[in-house]
């Protein structure tokens, strides 16, 4: 059976446990990364099984989700021939939506479609490279959420074109740490904070006599560059960034995008959170600004690469309406404020 890669080791989001009083503090393998779960609550046995059933529902999500995995719902998608439907689980079919939702409010920046055009631009061993006109068209022709039909009446999905590769890698993460807090929840564990892999984080309850669950953002360049500073509740945040020799494919040109070094969003759920900072990744920063306009519980924190041709100094570009005192110095002074 294949495994998952591991992801790049660079963490978005940093958390001072230690300002938590009474903090219960336990952690999973899935999906090639660590989850964690911290929970405050009085009894720690009681917490360690709640967290333990969350991670079975993880365990549960990954194997339906993995493009890894051999027999997995995504798997056999990527194998369906067009036109021929495939019944799924629920929680496929929810993804798939939340995915299909993003994509249409993004203007097609977020697709979980576009494996086939990552492929294009690196070789057998994930090394960059430059494919031909020809390949680009025939992914292009494989690529996008209009070419999925998903049938809620009977839990189905079909394929317009095929074979496609579809890649939930971008939004299965927080999907899963989504359904983890509706599990701690059904144990009336309420005061807790999940992540998974320090990229996709989900707050519920603040803790007692705390405004919320103290996360940072920091330049992933430089982690001494404190860029926020937040307190969670009830709230997701994500982020996103360029590895160094990868790429990250704008689906709407078919070309790796460029620009950009790293993206935060934060919204109410973790799978939109996953998804929209990839999109923010793609967007513009006027794209961005307009989407976070219209969204009203969303923003972002997108930081821009030095352009030594132009002379463009590396800019961070806040979205949204952050509150008084969450963007630090540098990043108020980088963004204008």
């Known amino acids: ?30 999906m090639a ?7 405050q609550y009085e009894d720690r046995s009681y917490a360690q099984q709640a967290a333990k059933a969350a991670f079975d529902e993880l365990d549960r999500i990954e194997t339906l989700l993995s493009r890894f995995l051999e027999t997995s719902d995504v798997t056999q998608i990527n194998h369906l021939p067009a036109e021929r439907p495939l019944h799924i689980a629920l929680d496929t079919l929810e993804c798939l939506k939340i ?28 090394k960059p490279r430059t494919p031909s006109a020809e390949e680009l068209q025939s992914a292009r022709a494989r690529t996008g959420m209009d070419l ?24 299965g993460k927080g999907y899963g740490v989504d359904r983890m807090a509706e ?17 996709s984080v989900l707050a519920l309850d603040a803790p007692r006599g705390m405004p919320g669950w103290p996360v940072t953002l920091s330049h992933p360049g430089d982690r001494s560059r404190t860029l926020a500073r937040l307190q969670l509740a009830h709230v997701s945040v994500s982020g996103s960034g360029v590895e160094k020799g990868g790429h990250i494919i704008d689906p709407r040109t078919g070309r790796p995008i460029a620009g950009k070094l790293a993206a935060w969003s934060i919204a ?40 030594t041709t132009t002379g463009q100094a590396e800019q961070i570009v806040p979205v949204g309406a952050w509150r008084p005192g969450e963007l630090t110095d540098e990043a108020a002074v980088s963004a204008g404020r």
């Open 1 to 30: 059976m294949a495994k998952e890669p591991p992801p790049p080791q660079t963490q978005f989001v940093r958390s001072d446990w230690a300002a938590v009083p009474d903090v219960h503090r336990f952690s999973h393998q899935a």
């Open 33 to 39: 990364t660590t989850f964690e779960v911290m929970v």
């Open 99 to 126: 995915a299909a939702e993003v994509h249409s409010q993004t203007g097609g920046a977020f697709d979980v479609t576009v494996g086939l055009l990552v492929d294009c631009w690196r070789d057998k061993d994930k």
């Open 148 to 171: 999925i039909l998903l049938d809620e009446p009977t839990c189905a999905v079909a394929l317009l074109a095929g074979p496609m590769r579809i890649d939930l890698g971008g939004i």
């Open 183 to 199: 599990l701690l929840r059904e144990w009336s564990i309420d005061r807790a904070m999940i992540h998974g892999g320090f990229s």
């Open 268 to 307: 109410p759920d973790a799978a939109r959170a996953d998804a929209l900072s990839t999109a923010f990744m793609v967007m513009t920063a006027d794209e961005a600004k307009d989407y976070c306009r219209e969204h009203a519980t969303v923003r972002g924190l997108l930081i821009l690469h030095e352009d």
